[in-house]
């Protein structure tokens, strides 16, 4: 029965991203558009605002809880978010949670209709893996977005994670934030494993938690590697925090 009800929770969701990426989404790219020729930064700010609205919905129409800890303290200087990774649904949680943030993607990803303009309007930006030219001038377009004033999310564990425990950080995985001299917002997230596993296409009713820790600045640092380990560690035991306030909920 439980399976049965996975199942149904699964094809609802896939039905509803459909519906919204192509039919409300495309309304809201037309109003967007009708916006743009009065005002750019107004209809810039029209669809992330629809975008960020979008990736609370996600989990409220899937009747899945989400449990905030902490708050994204305002500041005037550019950041980029570094997170652990759990699930495909980890960038709409950090989107409609924690701040509306460009990402780096697949450049296939840039060939889906409908997606590849809410990218666009987020200013993330494209590679083509296996590409060293490519990538090497997209990691430059990321730095000049980012010093224009875009935020970024990256996932230095480089892949999800299939039982939620944080993997190590990729060697140089926030050199970009360290050279630059760019903070870093760290967010632990839990849960989302549970609810979609990258091994198992099947949404799970499941509560998910975010914490957002305090910025740190590489300027305080000697070295990208004891930063990413700062960095590292500040996420796993967040992480360690939040399984440990869902168990303790329950029991």
Known sequence: MRKFLEVLLTIYFVIGAVVYVFIYGGIVLIIGGIIR?????????????????????????????????????????????????????????IIGYVAPVAFIAKK?????????????????????????????????????????????????????????????????????????KVKVLPVSLWGLHIVLNKKVFLIKKHPVYLKIHDFVDPKEFKSEEEFRLFVENVIREGVKFLERRHYGEKS
Do not use: C
Not at 40 to 65: C, D, H, N, P, Y
Not at 169 to 179: D, I, Q, T
């Open 37 to 93: 020729l009065f005002s750019k930064k107004a209809s810039k700010k029209f669809v992330v605002g629809q975008i960020e609205t979008f990736g609370r919905m996600a989990f409220k129409l899937l009747g899945i809880k989400v449990f905030k800890f902490g708050e994204l303290k305002k500041t005037d200087e550019n950041f980029m978010i570094v997170s652990n990774h759990q699930s495909a649904l980890d960038i709409p949680l």
């Open 108 to 180: 296939e990803l840039g060939k889906v209709p409908g997606i590849n303009w809410y990218m666009k309007y987020l200013n993330s930006v494209l590679i083509e893996r296996g590409n060293i030219r490519q990538t090497a001038l997209a990691l430059k377009e990321v730095v000049r977005k980012m010093k224009a004033g875009t935020h970024f999310i990256i996932f230095p564990e480089g892949t999800r994670s299939v039982s939620g425990e944080v993997q190590a950080f990729k060697p140089r995985s926030l050199e970009l934030a360290f050279k630059n």
